[in-house]
């Protein structure tokens, strides 16, 4: 009850305030002379902007019921303004309806006042600036503000909002003048012509400004993955959406190419035809763009595409360019199929200027389409599983790829090789070699899904078995997330001394720590705050070092920068109190282990790629993660010389840092 409740007030409200700002909108627009603001359609117009006020604010006053009833998971609190009264003071969003709310009354204030005066052009802008207030504050209530409160996040969202209102919130002064017109072919015809165009030359490219401030909005809510929008019911709706949308566009090109022109030029009778067919096509826009309004409202209030969990992807096939574009033949029936489909687009345009029969008009583009993608779309096509959109259940951290590292070493060693590289050994020839984990590239062929798909039921024709029934769910994602760093490792051998400016690309693995002084947390706890430079040392061979970042360590933490030590093997009392003696910095004592397994993968530089056995442990390296927890150097002393021994040469590494600005959104908790 309570959500059908709060639906029907967001819908409303939405509604309302959207036509209030269009009406007055359209009437600042067109009211070159105070004489219209007296005729008799904008008398009957404005005899309803104060209930749409008063919508607009009692719409706010219930999504603030419901909202308190949600939120407190209490169903009576609906109806209990002290509970608002929580929500209000304890919440962003209560802050937010509270400002809305204000803004509602300010909008109903000056909707009344305004009726009381002699109208003027500047009285309904003012207005329409009133009420535009209500629905831009509105956007911060938005899941798109919900990811991020930013201008970047939120202006979007708004200026959709907005071009909504600029064409749907003026439908009905449309359908007013319509209706004067069929009642009274007079002198004033023309002049309402005039109106309508200028109407329809305003409108019909702010709804294709509205589509793709849309699709802006749409992207950052579904991330770009196709696969969720026909398996989501967020993407269900939104494709219903789309839809809806495009047969409001069809019919807003009829009736401004086709009707509008005949709206001034007919004789009386074919006038009273003209006029019926603008209202029968234009009552059904607004009625489609109400459902429009209403699926939107409704689109608002459903869990984003992108944090949609798909566990059971329903189809045995998925698209992917990254992973066909280079096959044999795809680029070029790609290639057709895009200008087959161009061509169908064009037939639509054609059929309009021809006048083709309906039948043509509709049977050729669709056809047209549907070969194209036929053609266009197969070649993308590579197959999946019911798995192969399933998200990880268990972060990509430190500990889980130190976990993966064992269950690697014990399922996995035998024919993938110590290092992952398909070393191992197979005794039948027809058999397929073990898949090289370590130096060929997979995600873009390959979904966490899928390998989640395979660890649990193996791959037939192979000798991968399936382990769904000897390792737990949590241990085959342990074993994934050891991949994924696996694979990162490598692509981390192209990083040196020397940062490559402005180019975050491998994340580092993060990690929980306790350190000698009592001071515990989370690498992510470094974010936007500091760099930090994580050493990796062997005792005592490392103390050479640690005396020379001592004496330095007060001009690194100037320049936003703290320095954690993580021993390459378990220290001793003695050994720990040598350490402590020495260094002015944290020395890890606690998640040190997890942290030398994550690290060690990411110790290979490009003249020498360690490839082969088991692979070699440095004695001593360094790591440089940015702010936003990007791993942007690196310093190996065994392979890489004299390094960051000369201070001068890690400072300014460190400064160039501080210079950038956020390049890229920090990583996610999982992989990909």
């Known amino acids: 009850m309570i959500e059908t409740t709060a639906a029907l007030a967001r819908g409303s409200q939405l509604a309302a305030n959207l036509i209030l700002f269009g009406s007055c909108f359209f009437l600042a627009?067109?009211?070159?002379?105070?004489?219209?603001?007296?005729?008799?359609?904008?008398?009957?117009?404005?005899?309803?902007?104060?209930?749409?006020?008063?919508?607009?604010?009692?719409?706010?006053?219930?999504?603030?019921?419901?909202?308190?009833?949600?939120?407190?998971?209490?169903?009576?609190?609906?109806?209990?303004?002290?509970?608002?009264?929580?929500?209000?003071?304890?919440?962003?969003?209560?802050?937010?309806?509270?400002?809305?709310?204000?803004?509602?009354?300010?909008?109903?204030?000056?909707?009344?006042?305004?009726?009381?005066?002699?109208?003027?052009?500047?009285?309904?802008?003012?207005?329409?600036?009133?009420?535009?207030?209500?629905?831009?504050?509105?956007?911060?209530?938005?899941?798109?503000?919900?990811?991020?409160?930013?201008?970047?996040?939120?202006?979007?969202?708004?200026?959709?909002?907005?071009?909504?209102?600029?064409?749907?919130?003026?439908?009905?002064?449309?359908?007013?003048?319509?209706?004067?017109?069929?009642?009274?072919?007079?002198?004033?015809?023309?002049?309402?012509?005039?109106?309508?165009?200028?109407?329809?030359?305003?409108?019909?490219?702010?709804?294709?400004?509205?589509?793709?401030?849309?699709?802006?909005?749409?992207?950052?809510?579904?991330?770009?993955?196709?696969?969720?929008?026909?398996s989501s019911a967020y993407g269900w709706l939104l494709i219903t959406k789309l839809i809806i949308l495009s047969v409001i566009l069809i019919i807003a090109s009829q009736v401004r190419f086709k009707w509008l022109p005949l709206f001034s030029q007919s004789a009386s009778q074919q006038h009273h035809e003209t006029v019926s067919h603008l209202k029968k096509w234009v009552g059904i826009e607004f009625y489609l763009a109400l459902l429009l309004i209403f699926i939107a409202t409704i689109l608002a209030n459903t869990l984003p595409a992108k944090h949609t969990m798909i566990e059971n992807w329903p189809y045995p096939f998925?698209?992917?360019?990254?992973?066909?574009?280079?096959?044999?033949?795809?680029?070029?029936?790609?290639?057709?199929?895009?200008v087959l489909f161009v061509i169908a687009l064009s037939t639509i345009w054609l059929g309009i200027k021809n006048n083709w029969s309906k039948i043509k008009k509709i049977f050729i583009p669709v056809m047209l389409s549907i070969s194209s993608m036929a053609?266009?779309?197969?070649?993308?096509?590579?197959?999946?599983?019911?798995?192969?959109?399933?998200?990880?259940?268990?972060?990509?951290?430190?500990?889980?790829?130190?976990?993966?590292?064992?269950?690697?070493?014990?399922?996995?060693?035998?024919?993938?090789?110590?290092?992952?590289?398909?070393?191992?050994?197979?005794?039948?020839?027809?058999?397929?070699?073990?898949?090289?984990?370590?130096?060929?590239?997979?995600?873009?062929?390959?979904?966490?899904?899928?390998?989640?798909?395979?660890?649990?039921?193996?791959?037939?024709?192979?000798?991968?078995?399936?382990?769904?029934?000897?390792?737990?769910?949590?241990?085959?994602?342990?074993?994934?997330?050891?991949?994924?760093?696996?694979?990162?490792?490598?692509?981390?051998?192209?990083?040196?001394?020397?940062?490559?400016?402005?180019?975050?690309?491998?994340?580092?693995?993060?990690?929980?720590?306790?350190?000698t002084d009592g001071s515990n947390g989370n690498l992510k706890d470094f974010r936007l705050q500091k760099n930090v430079l994580l050493v990796l040392f062997s005792w005592p061979r490392s103390k050479e070092r640690f005396f020379q970042l001592a004496a330095v360590y007060d001009k690194i933490k100037a320049l936003d920068t703290e320095i954690l030590a993580v021993p390459n093997h378990a220290l001793n009392e003695e050994e720990l109190q040598q350490v402590v003696s020495i260094v002015p910095f944290p020395v890890v004592t606690e998640g040190w282990s997890e942290i030398k397994d994550s690290y060690w993968l990411y110790r290979r530089v490009r003249t020498v790629p360690d490839l082969s056995g088991k692979g070699m442990f440095p004695g001593h390296m360094e790591f440089v993660t940015d702010r936003f927890g990007y791993l942007r150097a690196r310093w190996v002393a065994q392979f890489e010389g004299f390094g960051w021994q000369n201070i001068g040469a890690l400072t300014s590494q460190l400064t160039q840092l501080n210079q950038e600005g956020e390049i890229m959104p920090p990583p996610g908790e999982h992989a990909h």
């Open 375 to 515: 053609i266009a779309l197969p070649p993308l096509a590579i197959e999946a599983y019911p798995e192969t959109y399933l998200k990880p259940a268990v972060p990509f951290d430190a500990v889980s790829i130190s976990k993966g590292l064992q269950l690697f070493s014990m399922h996995c060693v035998s024919c993938h090789g110590p290092q992952g590289k398909g070393t191992g050994t197979i005794s039948d020839p027809d058999t397929k070699d073990p898949t090289d984990l370590l130096t060929e590239p997979h995600t873009a062929n390959y979904t966490v899904g899928n390998v989640f798909h395979w660890l649990s039921h193996g791959i037939s024709g192979t000798t991968m078995p399936g382990f769904s029934a000897t390792l737990s769910e949590e241990d085959r994602w342990d074993l994934i997330n050891f991949l994924h760093a696996l694979s990162r490792g490598f692509d981390a051998r192209l990083l040196g001394s020397m940062i490559v400016p402005e180019m975050p690309a491998i994340a580092s693995p993060v990690f929980n720590y306790s350190t």
């Open 318 to 338: 998925r698209f992917s360019i990254d992973a066909t574009w280079d096959q044999p033949n795809v680029q070029q029936m790609v290639w057709l199929g895009t």
């Open 29 to 230: 627009l067109i009211g070159q002379h105070n004489a219209l603001f007296h005729t008799s359609w904008v008398i009957r117009l404005e005899r309803y902007l104060p209930w749409l006020a008063g919508i607009v604010l009692f719409g706010l006053l219930g999504v603030l019921a419901t909202t308190t009833g949600e939120a407190t998971g209490i169903a009576s609190h609906a109806w209990n303004p002290a509970a608002w009264m929580e929500i209000i003071q304890q919440t962003q969003i209560g802050h937010i309806l509270l400002a809305r709310i204000l803004l509602a009354v300010l909008l109903l204030i000056a909707v009344l006042t305004m009726q009381r005066l002699n109208r003027k052009r500047w009285h309904y802008l003012l207005c329409a600036l009133f009420a535009s207030l209500p629905l831009i504050a509105g956007t911060l209530m938005s899941h798109s503000s919900a990811d991020e409160m930013s201008f970047i996040a939120v202006a979007p969202y708004a200026l959709h909002i907005i071009l909504a209102g600029v064409w749907f919130g003026a439908l009905p002064a449309f359908l007013y003048i319509i209706v004067s017109n069929g009642k009274n072919c007079d002198n004033t015809t023309h002049s309402n012509a005039g109106y309508l165009k200028l109407f329809s030359s305003i409108a019909l490219p702010a709804m294709l400004l509205l589509a793709i401030t849309g699709l802006i909005v749409t992207d950052r809510l579904v991330e770009t993955f196709y696969h969720t929008l026909v």
